[in-house]
């Protein structure tokens, strides 16, 4: 990035009050860890900042970083309405108010002569967000549910957009995006270098691992560079806990997970040709299990590691509400999407999932 440009990234996190940290669906651990790393940071500067998250709550094995609680999964409160009283002709007594066929009724009672409607005004706030910074998002559309209902905030509030891949859009009036990082952590761990080395303390440091770690799978992906080690290599100095990390990362599976696991495995099927492998979850497998959604990711995790030669791996599952969803990860390039198919049975849906995996270009 070209000095000038770091320079206004910098200057623009240092005017913001209130800056608001958005990660955008399917952004994984490593989407979460950097968000709860950054938070840390900016409340360093003295800065109220709030994590809102398109995918919901931290995942589980997440739950170890500090800050993670502080992740919502839905915009609130973005503005404030306001009502004006002219209070020097006569002062407030008392004020009640009440709900009444869903309308709210404020009371408010002089303490002596009366208020008429010239006395009133109403007004609304600005936002109570003053930049927004988005982690890992190739666009404003990655942001799902939290632009589509708030575009006009989205619009009318500075965009900080931070990220490391090639499809990303530069929607920001910012844009730090870094080629040569293999995730968003590193990333941001280079853009508080900027700003200051010294707010990289032991919470900091071990959230950044954390995301570079789990992006990386403990580094053995085809695209960590020599930069990427060494950034690794001084966020160990600066005292992040690796052992924590990859423990609550890759040993803390629960039992209702194994067991998720176990019936994904007995389903297991392979196009060895297409370098892809697939398997189906009902619900009657979570109630089984006694697991739900949210351990899927480490599902998909033991396939993964299970079949080290797969190219493409897909889950084909049945939700709470039932239905049918398709969660396909590949390894080179890295990404993952959510299929949905609504009005199909799970066997419909694997079967255009497979077709479209499996077939030939023309």
Known sequence: MALGEMQRVLEAIK????PLICVPRQAGADGYASAIGLARVLEKLDKKADIVAADGATPKNLRFLPGHEKVSPRLENLRRFVIEIDASKTKVDELTYELKDDKLVIHLSPKKGFWDAKDMSVSSTGYRYDLIVCLGA??????????????????????????????????????????TAVSVSEVVHDLVEAIEPGLLDEETVTALLTGMISKTKSFKTHNVSPKTLQT??????????????????????????????????ARLKVDSS???????????????????EDDLPDVIEELIASTPDAKTVALIYETAAHEIVAIVRTERPPSEVRLAFPGKTIVQAEREVVERQTKKPA
């Open 15 to 18: 005017r913001s009050s209130r």
């Open 138 to 179: 190739a666009d404003l559309e990655s942001c799902a549910h939290l632009y589509a209902d708030h575009p006009d905030f989205f619009y009318r509030t500075p965009i900080l957009n931070v990220d490391h891949r090639a499809e990303n859009e530069h929607f920001g009036q910012l844009n730090v995006v870094d080629l």
């Open 232 to 265: 690794a290599s001084k966020l160990v100095a600066k005292g992040a806990r690796r052992e924590a990390i990859v423990h609550n990362l890759y040993r803390t599976r629960s039992v209702p997970t194994l067991r998720l696991w176990g019936r994904a495995l």
């Open 274 to 292: 297409a370098s892809f492998v697939w398997t189906l979850l009902s619900q009657q497998d979570f109630l089984h299990a006694g697991a739900e």
